[in-house]
Structures are given as C-alpha cells and as structure tokens.
C-alpha cells in the first residue's frame, strides 16, 4: 500500500510525539548547559520556571499586591477581545455588502485590497501619535491589522455562493435584504467563524508588539521589561501559557463552528 493511503489510527497519539522531542531536546540542552554553568539563566530547568510561574500567578506582588500573571492575562485578553470583536462585526458587515453589491466592490474593493497590504506595524507609531499611548492605539492596530484580510476573505466567500441560489432566491421573490439575511448570512458566518480563527495568530502578534511598546501591563509588556533581566524562567512560561492561549481559542472555535453547523464539514467532504 502506498505512503498516501495510510491513515493514523490514533492521530493524537501521534501529535504528542513531535512535543515529546522537543521536550526532551530541552531538558537535555538545560542540562548539559547548567552542568557547564550552574547560574545560566538561557536554558532554566523546569523546577525554576514553576518556581518562577508561582511566584508571579500565586503570590501577590510585594509593590502593586496583585497577582501579577492573572493582571496581564486579564490585561491582554480585554484588549484582544476587544480588538478582535469590532474587526469581526465590521468584517462581516464590509464583507456582505461587497460580495454581494457589485457597486460597492467596484468602489471599496481595491481600497480594502491596498489596505491589506499595509504592513499593520508599520502603522504603529502613526496610531501612538494620532490616538495616544493608551488602549485605544492597542486595540486599532488589532483591528486594522486583521480588517481587511476578514473583509477580502468574507467577500470572496459570498461571491463562491452558486449563482443558482441567487436566481432562485430572486424567483421566489427575494429582495436584497431576503437574499442577504435568509440565504447568504447563513452561509458565511461558518466561514466568519474560519476567518477569525486565521486571524487569531496575527491579531495576537499586533497585541504582544503594541504591549511591548507602550503599555503597563499585559503578557507582551511583562516578556519585554523582563527581557532586560534575561529572566527566562519567566518569561518561557509567558510563551507557554500565550501558545495554550491561542490554542484554546482556535480550539474553541473549532468546536462552536462544527456544533452549529455541522453541514459544513460534511458539504466539505463531500
């Protein structure tokens, strides 16, 4: 039997594999680096980075007496939340109207295309100048790096519709507003759903960036002030805990999109 017609019977199982071997590749580069210098602060060991991780997540800090990590995940999560929720309902307005109006892709359509070119961080000191250093320079970078790609992709969703269901839908006597809300709204909030879990990665990206710059608190504004001290056993549970982040929202929406429209898998493998 060939390579390509051999499925895994236990694909999960198979997953961990690639995770096992980093973890050891670690643990053997922490060791062999702290047997040559036991004060290396490149490669800690475990035992310090949970030592460092309780710290900062169970003990209040001594000058602010919070606890530290859970003031910067609630920092960035709001701030990703935020961001990520205008650049969605905005994406799914923008995206409707021009896959549907030719008039209104005719008009915006090479501005959103030009739009998604812009490098989102380039725009970064523009957006400290024009609206300050507060959140709101922080969560516009989140929506304007993330904006125009929802915008394309929905858009040209809407336009993948087969143009018998428009026909159809216009026999029956569907008007623009029927044919928008009753047969194309349906069918792209799944690929919304996809949309959204494409930008989580740059959105998260746009967060760190803006958090390192000009912020005081938040997981990007702790990595770097900690970055000074070379505290890796810091700042490698920061990473950790920022990768099982965006895990569990790609997760997440995984599942809400396959719970409530579970057509769409199955039109897929059809």
Partial sequence: ????????????????????????????????????????????????????????????????????????????LARLGIGLGIATTLALAAGLTLGMLPYAEAL???????????????????????????ELSKVALIVLGVLPFMIRDLSQRVREIPEEQWIKAQTLGAGSFQLATRVILPQIVPRLIDSLRLSLGPAWLFLISAEAISATSGLGYRIFLLRRYMAMDVILPYVVWITLLAFLFDWGLRRMRRRLYPWLDAETAG
Wanted: net charge neutral; charged share 15%.
């Fill in 1 to 76: 039997m060939r390579w390509i017609n051999r499925v895994p019977r236990r694909p999960a199982a198979l997953a961990v594999v690639p995770f096992a071997i980093l973890a050891l590749l670690y643990l053997m580069g922490s060791s062999v680096r702290l047997a040559a210098n036991p004060a290396d602060k490149l490669m800690p060991p475990p035992a310090a980075m949970a030592e460092a991780w309780s710290a900062m997540a169970l003990h209040e800090d001594a000058r602010t007496g919070r606890l530290l990590f859970w003031d910067d995940t609630q920092a960035s």
């Fill in 108 to 134: 915006l359509g090479p501005v959103v295309t030009v739009l998604s070119m812009i490098p989102a961080l380039a725009i970064l000191p523009i957006l400290f100048i024009v609206l300050g250093v507060d």
